[in-house]
T-cell receptor, first 113, second 111 residues
């Protein structure tokens, strides 16, 4: 059974703080993703990674960076948190086979005050 | 225009009813299609992939219409436990790691 875990379920940070969100998957998947989900907007892709140390920007990368030093771990970094980054953050992974689905972690609800 | 569009609902139906959702997508080169289910405050989970020939899994049937660029989900004999938000997901094909999500259709099944 695929398992994707995220470091925190709930997080409260202050404006300007540096925030780290961690994601770990245990199925040796090549690809990992970070999304944010906001009401009425659906899931929007922030960044994804298709290999260790490789990353690509998604649709809304501004204000975020990522790190993938090991295959199983993908980190999302908010360099200087702002209130408009208050959201639900979802990590996902998928194997390298075309057409395969994504498996999601439980999400981190981040509030920036 | 959004890449993937869904009717947000909510669809309020009695137990035992049949309900259908549609989802339209903008890119005719799209390759892979999925329906995910998301319960309140939980992560999305795959309900079913959608194949060109259509596919069925118990009470759930998914169809793909490439000519009109939409996919559908039919739920027969609705159960209370089917209450959730259903997300339409499309891979656009230009990058097999780029998935586009609809904003979801909320289903409430009432006793």
């Amino acid at each position: 059974d695929v398992k994707v875990t995220q470091s925190s379920r709930y997080l409260v940070k202050r404006t300007g703080e540096k925030v780290f969100l961690e994601c770990v998957q245990d199925m040796d998947h090549e690809n990992m993703f970070w999304y944010r989900q906001d009401p009425g907007l659906g899931l929007r892709l922030i960044y994804f990674s298709y290999d260790v140390k490789m990353k690509e920007k998604g649709d809304i990368p501004e204000g975020y960076s990522v790190s993938r030093e090991k295959k199983e771990r993908f980190s999302l970094i908010l360099e200087s948190a702002s209130t408009n980054q208050t959201s639900m953050y979802l990590c996902a992974s998928r194997p390298g086979l075309a057409g395969s689905e994504q498996y999601f972690g439980p999400g981190t609800r981040l509030t920036v005050t | 225009r959004k890449e993937v569009e869904q009717d947000p609902g909510p669809f309020n139906v009695p137990e035992g009813a049949t309900v259908a959702f549609n989802c339209t997508y903008s890119n005719s080169a799209s390759q892979s299609f999925f329906w995910y289910r998301q319960d309140c405050r939980k992560e999305p989970k795959l309900l079913m992939s959608v194949y060109s020939s259509g596919n069925e899994d118990g009470r759930f049937t998914a169809q793909l219409n490439r000519a009109s660029q939409y996919i559908s989900l039919l739920i027969r004999d609705s159960k209370l436990s089917d209450s959730a938000t259903y997300l339409c997901v499309v891979n656009m094909g230009d990058n097999f790691n780029k998935f586009y999500f609809g904003s979801g259709t909320k289903l409430n099944v009432k006793p």
